[in-house]
């Protein structure tokens, strides 16, 4: 367990750092995330996209997520998993009595699996996967995530920066906000990449794009996945805070659009 | 009740009880039908206490008896913060101009449900009307709330309170690109015109129907009512007593020095009939009332609950309000009131040969709001070219320091509008922002 003291420390050291940092300039760049916000991204860009209640209704969202759809690069695979123990969105059944299991959502970049209730998995045909959930018992189980990750892929940190000649490191994240396609999160930390090294710390990074596009666009996964359990939990549906954890290992994503002064 | 608060006073210096009631019935209609209607009803009730100087504070939303929330509030006053103020003795309002705020429509308290389905049906048939791809969210609620408030000290309030709103989202989903329009309506009293909204919505679709390139640079934007608060959020955010106490904001040796633009003049008021912010008194017993907060760019007053500007040795000006039965009072806005200015929007259009017209975003409040930073994703604008709009913008960013900006204001709209009942705001036209867009 690390200790809160350490924390704290790490914490007084950023603050200090970002006195430092310049405002980052605005503009397209290769981008890597760390696990945090990958983590983030594929919970909020992605994982509310898979979940059935936008879509069974709604011929056109339907069509854009349909099963089979080539969503990212074969190195991607993406996992719904509420069976995990001891996670924040673990449980052994959902709010309908279904056993939770491992989702893949995403399986070597096809896109594989959505989120179900009992509803939604019987108008569209398939299995309900143990994402109905409820905050408590004044509100209705609605499809929610559970556990939500990015797998490993192969790609030591070090070899994700390297070619990079000019980009930007993002570590962390205070909020995040999408509309279904389209995604922004804060980064709570930036740095420069310089000639495939991180340099300068840069503030105020604010990344942006259309979530398709940008799954297509992650050109590396690291191999470093880890599950994030802080935050303030997952709102839908006024149905706020409902526990739900995240993770990713560093992805490598090229073309994002960085606001900037 | 009164003899309860008595025996309070035995355990504790003061008490203070405040209780609500609600009942929100929200008809919601998914991708063009109607999906569900919910009734849901909540009731609770908070107790404050003074006790050996300091605050202590219990609620429940059960059936908990007055006992144990007693006992809870004074357990908790051991480790409270120092009480800087009294609660409040008789409660009258005693501004003259202003006695009674009309917040309570019985119209709108007896409103159907069958009522409720035809509005959220006539606005979905409008809409696909105009076009018959269009997915159409809806939600057309009313709620109606009851507050009881009484003290140790004989101060006693209570009201109730009715509330309205229709909300529309609309979605054109082409291949990859989906374009959202958000709009909603609110109001104390059953008179909002369902027809406004859609008209907007339309005149939006109509606008955003073709995609058309950006290039990055400086230019001039114009932000609509709905998407001001991206150049506001941050002052009204450093104006609260609370930051000014804890000199977190650079606002606090600031007041009455020139820092915006002439054109900016903001103020928070209560008193408005049937904005979703009012109310006779706020929720620790103070009149409402209209406080200036910026006038002509330079600020006048800061917002304060009775424990902030006890400490900060000045009177609370009415805006201590609990975000729920279980928090205390805070320095919070009932209403946000900015003045309007001399242009149309539609003659800020003219006025710019290459800009862009900012209407929702993306991440408000992701900024750095202390130092005034912010950078959001343009969810929804339109591109200027010649004194016309000519489509809709894409993967676009803005950036800047709200605190900087609202230094230079080009013009500000004259028509300001309500947004989410209980800000109101004219169209914004700075001549000069950071526009960052895809290559």
Redesign the interface.
Known sequence: MERISDKAQRAASRAVNLLKAQ?VE???YTVILDQTLGGVFIHEAFGHLSEADFLY??E??SD?MKLGKKFGSPQLNVVDDGSIPDLLGSAKYDDEGVRTKKNYLIKEGILTGRLHSRETAVKMGEEPTGNARALNY?FKPIVRMTNTYVENGNTPFEDLLSGIKKGIYARDC?????????????AGEGFMIRDGKIAEPV??V?L???L??TLLNIEGVGNDLKMIESGGGCGKAGQNPLPVSFGSPHLRIK?V????? | MEKLLRQACKEADSAELFKAKSKTIPVNF??N?LKSIDI?ESEGKALRVINKGRIGFSSSTGKDGFNLMLEKAVATSEFGSTASFDFPGEMKRENKKKKNIAIYDEKAADKSIEEMVKIGEGIIERMKDFNR?L?CDVTILKDYSEIEYLNSRGGNFSYHKTTIAYSVMAQQ?E????L?IYSSLESGKDNLDAKELTSEIIENLEWGEKIVPVE?GKMPVIFTPKAALVLILSIISGLNGKMILKKIFPFTSQKNKKLWSDLLTFYSDGTIDFALGSAPFDDEGIEMKRVPLVEKGEIKNFYYDLQTAGMAGVESTGNGLRAGIQSEPVPGISNLIMEEGKVSFKEMIKDIPEGIVIDQV???????IISG?F???V?LGYKIEKGKIVGRV????????AIEELKNIAALGNKAKWVEGKYKFPHIYLKSL??????
């Open positions: 405002p605005g503009g397209e209704e709604d056109r969202m854009l004044r205070y909020g995040g906000m999408t509309t279904f396609e389209m995604f922004t999160f804060s503030k105020d604010v942006s794009g259309n398709f596009t073309k659009v960085v606001g900037g002064r | 998914e991708v039908r849901s791809k997915r989903t291949d990859q690109d989906m959202m990055s993306l991440g408000l409040g992701q900024g750095n930073a950078s959001n994703n969810q894409k993967d676009v960013m803005i950036a800047g320091n950071s526009v960052s867009a895809k290559k």
